[in-house]
């Protein structure tokens, strides 16, 4: 029988992170010798209320009890993979007490989630549970980060070892997107692409509304918002349209120029520039906020704009509204650099390889 894989990650497929991190790359695992359980920590109600925008609570007596017994079961795992830690808003005493002996653990981050804790409002809270993803970091065998900056907090926490992986795309269900016919008036019914959720949204509603939108409106360009909310809108100048994994892609190829506006806080320095990826898999170019990883991933002048202040928001998105040549030519600069270094058929093996070490050492 081969060695033994627990996947336990924070959401089950629906999740973006659980999902791309970790589900997508099981038939790697498995091809690699590797036996696969997936178990979830939270359950898809949970996560259909926080998609949906519902108030919700940390996690439950009813999570932390199936994740209990899911760490009960015998024999135990060769390796733990595990999604940011075992047992949520539970101090690290007690996840490290749960934990079966010997195991060795493969801990993975995309998010700077310590912020949670350690940043936390409330000073019982970060009394009791600030530092406890360092801690985690430190007990696992090795850390899989989605950044530099999450790469160089795992260092300062003591990890053993440290590996960068990104987060990337299946490239098979990302064909690019076909050319557009040529049209007197380009910029007419172009579409600027956005995809994310109900919560990202709202937050980025200033930006959104202050700059992007009058652009659009002055050169008759629409902005589709893909997850923005659960049912469906349409506006003179904007488009909401419910995100599903079986459509992202498609929608996102309907699209002509993908955004990515951030402000820049500790929070999102820790961002892995997923919807820049998935822009440039379909071949479209990119405008992007110059913080964290966007700086890698945008090659500025050559695969998309990085736009620092408003006034460099509008000549970018002006700029590649009326030049549907330059469009082209960014969105395959781009498409060619998802091909290289942000593809799961470049990606899939390496983790693999990575995991398959760690358990046959352990």
């Given at each position: 029988?081969?060695?033994?894989?627990?996947?336990?990650?924070?959401?089950?497929?629906?999740?973006?992170?659980?999902?791309?991190?970790?589900?997508?790359y099981r038939p790697w695992l498995e091809a690699a010798g590797l036996e696969v359980v997936h178990e979830p920590f939270f359950d898809d109600a949970y996560l259909g209320a926080l998609y949906a925008g519902r108030r919700r609570g940390a996690a439950s007596l009813r999570h932390v009890l199936r994740r209990l017994a899911v760490l009960r079961r015998r024999p135990p795992p060769d390796l733990i993979w595990l999604e940011y830690e075992t047992l949520p808003w539970l101090p690290w005493l007690l996840e490290r007490s749960v934990l079966p002996r010997g195991v060795p653990i493969v801990s993975d981050y995309d998010d700077?989630?310590?912020?949670?804790?350690?940043?936390?409002?409330?000073a019982p809270v970060r009394g009791l549970l600030g530092g406890k993803i360092d801690?985690?970091?430190?007990?696992?065998?090795?850390?899989?980060?989605?950044?530099?900056?999450?790469?160089?907090?795992a260092d300062a926490a003591g990890a053993t070892r440290v590996e960068r992986v990104p987060t990337v795309v299946d490239l098979?269900?990302?064909?690019?997107?076909?050319?557009?016919?040529e049209a007197a008036a380009p910029n007419r019914g172009t579409r600027i692409g956005w995809i994310g959720t109900p919560q990202t949204w709202a937050a980025l509603a200033r930006p959104i509304h202050d700059v992007v939108l009058p652009v659009l409106k002055a050169e008759g360009a629409v902005i589709r918002a893909i997850g923005a909310s659960l049912a469906p809108a349409a506006g003179d100048h904007l488009e909401i349209l419910p995100w599903s994994e079986a459509k992202e892609a498609e929608l996102i190829r309907?699209?002509?120029?993908?955004?990515?506006?951030?402000?820049?806080?500790?929070?999102?320095?820790?961002?892995?520039g997923y919807k820049l990826i998935q822009y440039m898999a379909c071949g479209l170019p990119v405008v992007a906020s110059?913080?964290?990883?966007?700086?890698?991933?945008?090659?500025?002048?050559?695969?998309?704009?990085?736009?620092?202040?408003?006034?460099?928001?509008?000549?970018a998105l002006k700029t590649l509204l009326a030049?549907?040549?330059?469009?082209?030519?960014?969105?395959?600069?781009?498409?060619?650099?998802?091909?290289?270094?942000?593809?799961?058929?470049v990606w899939g093996p390496r983790v693999a390889g990575l995991l398959s070490d760690v358990a046959r050492a352990g």
């Open positions: 029988m081969g060695l033994r894989v627990w996947i336990l990650s924070r959401y089950s497929r629906l999740g973006a992170s659980s999902r791309l991190r970790m589900l997508q700077a989630v310590f912020l949670r804790y350690d940043a936390h409002r409330l801690s985690v970091m430190a007990a696992s065998r090795l850390v899989l980060a989605g950044n530099r900056h999450l790469a160089d907090h098979d269900h990302y064909p690019p997107a076909a050319p557009p016919a309907g699209t002509d120029i993908g955004i990515m506006p951030l402000p820049d806080t500790p929070w999102t320095r820790g961002k892995c110059p913080v964290g990883v966007n700086t890698e991933i945008v090659e500025h002048g050559v695969n998309g704009f990085l736009a620092s202040c408003d006034a460099e928001w509008r000549e030049d549907p040549q330059l469009r082209r030519s960014m969105g395959a600069a781009g498409r060619r650099k998802v091909e290289e270094a942000y593809s799961l058929g």
